[in-house]
């Protein structure tokens, strides 16, 4: 080819367009992966490269993402043999149709068609019954199948940027109790359905930029939502549509409840006085429980919530505006009592990071979390954005490192250790070190002597690190996402740490102490007297203390505090918490 031209597309013999052949379908061949990725337009054709499917009895990821035009995926293509896949994302290929072939993937986690040029989803997609997260915002859609209502377990559901002019009835009565966010502004929705008070277990929803007129006082039923965005409609009630335009997600559900709506009718007197007795009886039944409760059994479950004017030590977290384009929501909190001690009590704590991690985090996609050692961490701190260049770290059992060079020797071991021992999957450290490429700057939280104690979403500090000795911890969740899912993260991981020392508690097993660990408690280097103190004290309940952390600008205005009185609303029987 002449210069500025692409290669040729070649041709077998006698004429015939040759299979496509992508060197990543080649590489993950030749290595046994379990993961494989490609974006962008592709220089051999926009035809799927047939081996793919080679991969059928490994692949558990894939990802297509930008290949404009991509063909191979119709009817019959063989999509349907990838039966490992855990993850599939198809976002930005210009697709028209999906195969009803997806129905086959029973192990399908996460489906992402976003972007792309589709009018409606296969029915095929209720028999997903793993499916958590389903992305098909940016299409063409103008109805959803109700087969969709038999996805029990999902937990995320995007769909705006569409064609939508409701959200299907059958999808709302299923009651899809996982479902905590569900997404769908920019589409032509005119009615909210009465139904929607099934989903028990909504925290955030967004109708924003549709064609609602009103909204049915069954929303504010939704006992865990948190957030609400109906910006860009046009409410009758002036009212309510004043509460949406400030994102007063709190005041439009009291609103709602009070009777207020878009026709200015609500839940009738009848209803509201009946509802008042019932709320009156549950409250004095739930008394009677508490009265009759053994104490014993109540000190295992509590959760003591100290408010920063009562909490002397606390840590004051300022944030910058650096961070805003590479990760800028971060929530924070002290947690005291936790029994670190006694047996694998550490490590079932370290374990239950890594599932959350895993899990509601995303694989750190969505939020990271990262516990110290409180008696370690010189406040105040400061979340900041640094050059990758220039900011330093001494990460978890390593010397100190300047971060670029950090992740890249991460990647490489990764590469070398799954080489060695021969690893069909992604290993752990794979699984997030892509979340800063292209990133020129690395955000970090750093101490009042300048030290960088944490490196979301990579590691902590060996500086702050917690040891079976720790008894105050300092607890971040940070996320590039939203404040929502810190938060939701945090509490998630408060009520774990909540039956952790329950168990803990309830099993007494024997304390284990390291030597280094022993000898610097001997010295009072690591945990002052006060602290062991606690130590002993707390031994004899599980009751975890939880402080609040105050998260403020460089101007010292508060951007969040948690917990906040919105936090830590668990409806767990195991935990009670007392404010």
Known sequence: PGPGQGAAPAHRAGGTMAAPEWPEVGLALAEGRRELVVRGPRPEGDELDPRLYGLAPLLQHLELSGVAGLRGLEAGGGLGRLRQLRSLVLSGDGLRALPQELGQLSELRLLDVSDNRLSALPASLGRLTQLSSLKASGNQLEALPPELANCSRL???????????????????????????????????????????????????????????????????????????????????????????????????????????????????????????????????????????????????????????????????????????????????????MQLRQGNALKRFLVAQTKLHDDICLKRTLATIATHDLQLVKGPLLYDARPCQSLKITPLGRKEVKAVDLVRQLQMEADEQRKQKKRQNVSGLHKYLQLLNGKENFPCLVDAEDCVISFPPITNSEKTKIKKTTSQLFVEVTSPANLQACKEVMDSLIMRMAELNKFTFENQEQETVSGDEAEEASEGTVVPDLAVDQTVTQAATSELIVKQVRVVDVDGNLKVVYPAKTDLNLNVDCVTVIR
């Open 155 to 337: 937990a995320l559901l995007h769909l705006s940027d569409n064609l939508l002019p409701e959200l299907p009835a059958a999808l709302l009565a299923s009651g899809l109790m996982l479902l905590s966010t569900l997404s769908a502004a920019r589409n032509r929705i005119e009615r909210l359905g009465d139904g929607i008070s099934e989903l028990r277990g909504l925290r955030t929803l967004d109708l924003s930029d549709n064609f609602l007129s009103e909204i049915p006082w069954e929303l504010a039923d939704c006992p865990k939502l948190k957030e609400i965005n109906l910006k860009g409609n046009k409410f009758k009630d002036k009212r309510l549509e004043k509460m949406v335009n400030g994102c007063q997600t709190k005041s439009i559900l009291d609103y709602l409840k009070a009777g207020g709506r878009g026709k200015g009718r609500g839940k009738s007197e009848g209803n509201e006085k009946n509802e008042s007795k019932e709320k009156a009886r549950k409250k004095t039944v739930k008394k009677d429980d508490v009265d009759e409760s053994d104490e014993e059994d109540l000190n295992k479950l509590v959760l003591r919530v100290l408010r920063f004017s009562e909490s002397p030590c606390t840590v004051q977290v300022k944030v910058t505006p650096n961070v805003k384009d590479v990760r800028p929501y971060i929530v924070c909190c002290i947690v005291e009592g």
